[in-house]
């Protein structure tokens, strides 16, 4: 494990060191009043000298079709289709690096970052607090209305939010980290550090993490795995965990299309912790690039599989072969962070240093705000 050339991935595809950090005191009230007091239109006061950051790492749409753009430094952007509305720091946001943005059942909208969780009801901007409690690191459970959270990149476990309280949960040790100690003694990070959260069909979650393989957890058990061609890059240096997917035939696909998973049920009882039972196949290898690792994919509607490189475009992938996107603004090279299919099937592009990209069906193009 190259110790330099997992700062420089870090540096690439990082926006900083988490610090669990939260900001101020949150208590659940009645959400579904709050929700009808919620009007679209009414609570978006354009700001016509607004301009999207060049700097958008996540796109997500909201049920009532909102469009959120999470960017690095400059906070979250909101568009209804007309109107374009920034919000920092200034508005209550915990932080402006955005790391994820998801939704709860009542409508409230919900931004990960790595200073903490900021909760948005449509009218203002809250900060979760995490519960200060030792025990419940090791009291893992789940509901399915539950939303799980990184809180940046440094942290030993994920975080769970079950509409009252956000608790930090706990990976248990694994067998891989007395071997990474032993080559990387003393790093300034932790090498259990979540890079990526998925809910498979079953609602089954998956943690991909920093450097010590992936973590399952099925609401009763966890299970582990860790191979190394995940993890590590060919040229030397950890890429870590950064997207997981299952496609429309149950196979899992793990950060490249080399190969693909069968995973099997574990007969233990009552909150163990074992290894994955699982059967790795051939996929698809992508013979034309170097870019054999994905930071992100997503399944569009007809099952074909979407996956995004750093600095080598975007590639589909239909099962039997691959197919490239490049994306390009004229000579200027794209550099893509994440890729996202709204409410509509619709597939979007999070890049770090051109906006938002949308695709027209037969190519990506730059999505401009006028």
Not at 68 to 97: A, E, I
Not at 177 to 202: C, H, L, M, T, W
Not at 317 to 331: A, D
């Amino acid at each position: 494990m190259n110790y330099i050339n997992h700062c420089i991935f870090l540096l690439c595809f990082v926006f900083g060191i988490a610090t669990l950090l939260s900001c101020d005191d949150q208590k659940f009230s009645n959400q579904v009043e709050k929700l009808t007091a919620i009007s679209d239109s009414k609570n978006i006061q354009p700001d016509p000298l607004v301009k999207m950051s060049d700097s958008i790492m996540v796109v997500y749409q909201d049920k009532r079709d909102i469009y959120w753009f999470g960017s690095n430094g400059r906070g979250v952007y909101q568009f209804d289709g007309k109107n374009l509305k920034q919000h920092t720091k200034k508005d209550g946001l915990c932080s402006n690096n955005i790391i994820g943005i998801q939704e709860d059942k009542f409508g409230n909208v919900f931004f990960d970052s790595p200073d903490g969780v900021s909760k948005y009801d449509g009218n203002a901007f809250t900060t979760l607090n995490v519960k200060d409690d030792i025990d419940s690191k090791n009291e893992w459970k789940t509901s399915p209305d539950d939303l799980w959270f990184r809180m940046g990149w440094n942290s030993g476990g994920p975080f769970r939010y079950d509409g009252e309280n956000l608790y930090y949960l706990e990976f248990p040790a694994n067998a891989q980290e007395a071997k990474f100690s032993a080559v990387n003694p003393n790093v300034p990070y932790n090498p259990y550090g979540v890079y990526y959260i998925y809910k498979d069909r079953q609602g089954v979650l998956w943690f991909g993490t920093s450097n010590l393989g992936i973590y399952r957890y099925d609401g009763n058990n966890i299970s582990w795995m860790y191979e190394q061609q995940l993890t590590e890059t060919p040229q030397g240096g950890s890429f870590g965990i950064r997207s997981i997917l299952e496609d429309k035939d149950g196979y899992f696909w793990i950060c490249n299309s080399n190969y693909k998973y069968n995973f099997f049920p574990n007969d233990a009882k009552g909150n163990k912790f074992y290894p994955l039972q699982y059967k790795r196949q051939i996929g698809i290898e992508n013979k034309d690039s170097d870019s054999e690792y994905y930071l992100s994919m997503v399944s569009d509607d007809d099952g074909k599989i979407w996956m995004v490189t750093y600095n080598n475009g975007v590639w589909s992938n239909n099962g039997k072969e691959l197919m490239h996107y490049p994306i390009k603004n004229g000579e200027k090279d794209v550099f893509l962070f994440s890729i996202y299919k709204d409410n509509h099937g619709v597939l979007w592009l999070g890049t770090h240093n051109d906006g938002v990209y949308k695709f027209t069906g037969t190519r990506f193009e730059k999505f401009i705000i006028n």
